[in-house]
């Protein structure tokens, strides 16, 4: 995500259950030239637990790519290139979505990443490696978005993972809506089934779009056992207003994951099981900013999304709207935490101490 995945809320995720943290989205240019850039965009923890976290970058240059995952390589565990981002600017540049009409530089920027971390001594190219126990394997993958004839991405796919038994990526994740498809159209389910189908079992394969509860996922699969069920708000209609049924929803057994952005950032324990954000997830977020500190409008960003209403079927916030525009009129981090502090209050919830301690 741009802007919206720094160290708290990384944190926050992973403290209710999210497996990989990415950070946000770290232009490669910016970043091996100048130091401010990279220190407020590759934000990482010297202390407390491990927190596994893939640097996500944007680029066109393999030269420009190598060189910022041989710097971001000892603070995290891998390296993503987004050929996802759809906004214009990214775009405009040759960054994010438009590289999916350039997949012969991709597959040059992967293999000349993976060339450049081996040069710097870090395990690449097999599992084996990137699971060394001395903590020396880093992971290179890629994101991307499908095109209006799969025929495309097919071809896309193939040129960049290369040979499968020595491929140039390590994982694969998929948005399952082109570049041009507004957020607001479900994925296309049919491609998702027939690309996780075709490459599940080359390399394990993440999928990214319409999460946004386990309980109404528009598929089926094995990562979720026992399978959840929809709820009676749903069993008609998904989230964004789809029609779906259990007989209609396709199983996706090669499916090796999931990725969530604008749910996790409504719902950071959506990978708990949480159908909406609890208090409990904005305290451990307060917490983590004590830790690691936010600007103050990311931060009120964030705590004004987690106290929406979501996009899940249940529809409840935990600040009605008007108590969220109150929370944004704020320019100080005290009278935010005391107006927290009265809405739960308020709600009889007791509040916590504002301390940066484990929960």
Known sequence: MVRYSKLAFRQTVHHFGTDLCWTPMVLAKEFNRNSFARDSDLTISTTGPELPTIAQFGSNSPLELSRASSLAAPFVNGV??????????????????????????????????????????????????IESPKGRGRSVSVKIRVHKDLRKTVDFITTVLGDEHNRNIDWLTIHPRTRYTQSSVPINLEALELLTNMFGDKLPVLVSGDVFTLSTLPYTSHLLEPQPTFTSNASKHEANGAPTSDNTRPH?????????????????????????????????????????????????????????????????????????????????????IDFIDDMKKARGIEPIAWLPQDI
């Not at 997949?103 to 084996?128: H, S």
């Not at 996706?252 to 950071?268: E, H, Q």
């Not at 409990?280 to 917490?287: E, L, Q, S, T």
């Open 80 to 129: 993503d290139l987004n050929c996802g981002c759809p906004q214009s600017w990214a775009c405009a540049e040759t960054l994010g979505a438009a590289l999916m009409e350039k997949r012969d530089l991709v597959r040059d920027m992967v293999v000349a990443t993976r060339q450049r971390l081996r040069e710097d001594g870090w395990g690449v190219g097999k599992e084996a490696d």
């Open 252 to 336: 996706l057994p090669k499916l090796a994951g999931l990725m969530s952005a604008r749910a996790l950032l409504a719902n950071p324990a959506l990978f708990a099981g949480y159908e909406t954000c609890p208090w409990k997830a904005v305290d451990v977020f307060m917490r983590n900013i004590a830790r690691a500190p936010l600007p103050l409008k990311l931060g009120i960003h964030h705590l004004t999304e987690m106290c929406g209403a979501g996009f899940g079927p249940d529809r409840s916030a935990l600040l009605n709207k008007g108590e969220r525009i109150r929370l944004t009129e704020f320019d100080n981090w005290i009278d935010v």
